[in-house]
């Protein structure tokens, strides 16, 4: 069958089976003569338990263990239920909360500091509330910006210019080189030494970046609150 075929077969859209072809997840024959996708009833099968799957809540990164043989559907499901019922938990403190606080008047009335408390406290006797996930948001938007078509360190200078970021690959490149080449050869002029230093001089670039990064993103946060 074709893939709108498989499509409504499974329940899934044409662009959902694309995407986990992509993704490894399965991988249909295809016709000698028109190079057409051909689906047959066991990539229907696969499909299904991919829906089923996700359904769960697994993601498509666990899923792809799965079939690779990696990990076993019952480490998997364990491992789902012990995330599903911590999130379960702290959605269940955030709903209580939610519920306490609506009874209060406007927010400019509220009591914040006697709220806090009661929140911390409750977290100190094991009640679980939302996350408070800035910093890592901000590092995730951060690496998505910073990966290597503009390298992390230099990001900031060469992020919208292809050519600079194909000259910061080369230096990179150039720099990694030398010190692979300083150990390879016994030290040489440079030594292991230099490796550490290279190192850690990369890592204070990338973590005067990402400073700098939120100080824009935080003030841009409170210029949007304007």
């Given at each position: 069958m074709k893939?709108?075929?498989?499509?409504?077969?499974?329940?899934?859209?044409?662009s959902?089976?694309?995407?986990?072809?992509?993704?490894?997840?399965?991988?249909?024959?295809?016709?000698?003569?028109?190079?057409?996708?051909?689906?047959?009833?066991?990539?229907?099968?696969?499909l299904?338990?991919?829906?089923?799957?996700?359904?769960?809540?697994?993601?498509?990164e666990?899923?792809?263990?799965?079939?690779?043989?990696?990990?076993?559907?019952?480490?998997?499901?364990?491992?789902?239920?012990?995330?599903?019922?911590?999130?379960?938990?702290?959605?269940?403190?955030?709903?209580?909360?939610?519920?306490r606080?609506?009874?209060?008047?406007?927010?400019?009335?509220?009591?914040?500091?006697?709220?806090?408390?009661?929140v911390?406290?409750?977290?100190?006797?094991?009640?679980?509330?939302?996350?408070?996930?800035?910093?890592l948001?901000?590092?995730?938007?951060?690496?998505?910006?910073?990966?290597?078509?503009?390298?992390?360190?230099?990001?900031?200078?060469?992020?919208?210019?292809?050519?600079?970021?194909?000259?910061?690959?080369?230096?990179?490149?150039?720099?990694?080189?030398?010190?692979?080449?300083?150990?390879?050869s016994?030290?040489?002029?440079l030594?292991?030494?230099?490796?550490?230093?290279?190192?850690l001089?990369?890592?204070?670039?990338?973590?005067?970046?990402?400073?700098?990064?939120?100080?824009?993103?935080?003030r841009?946060?409170?210029?949007?609150?304007v």
């Open positions: 893939i709108g075929e498989a499509a409504k077969a499974t329940g899934l859209t044409v959902n089976i694309r995407f986990y072809e992509k993704k490894g997840l399965l991988c249909p024959k295809r016709r000698e003569e028109s190079q057409y996708r051909e689906y047959g009833p066991e990539d229907v099968r696969r299904k338990e991919i829906l089923l799957l996700r359904k769960a809540g697994l993601s498509v666990r899923i792809f263990l799965l079939y690779q043989g990696q990990a076993e559907l019952s480490g998997l499901i364990r491992r789902q239920e012990e995330e599903l019922a911590e999130q379960m938990e702290m959605l269940a403190g955030s709903l209580r909360l939610c519920r606080l609506e009874q209060e008047g406007a927010l400019e009335e509220l009591d914040v500091d006697r709220w806090l408390s009661c911390q406290e409750e977290e100190e006797q094991g009640e679980k509330f939302a996350e408070v996930e800035e910093l948001e901000d590092l995730a938007e951060f690496s998505g910006l910073a990966s290597f078509r503009g390298d992390p360190w230099m990001g900031r200078f060469f992020r919208n210019r292809w050519t600079a970021r194909t000259l910061a690959f080369l230096i990179l490149l150039s720099l990694l080189a030398v010190a692979v080449s300083s150990i390879v016994g030290g040489g002029v030594g292991p030494a230099a490796v550490v230093v290279f190192w001089l990369y890592l204070a670039g990338f973590g005067m970046d990402f400073f700098w990064f939120r100080k824009r993103r935080n841009k946060r409170e210029e949007d609150e």
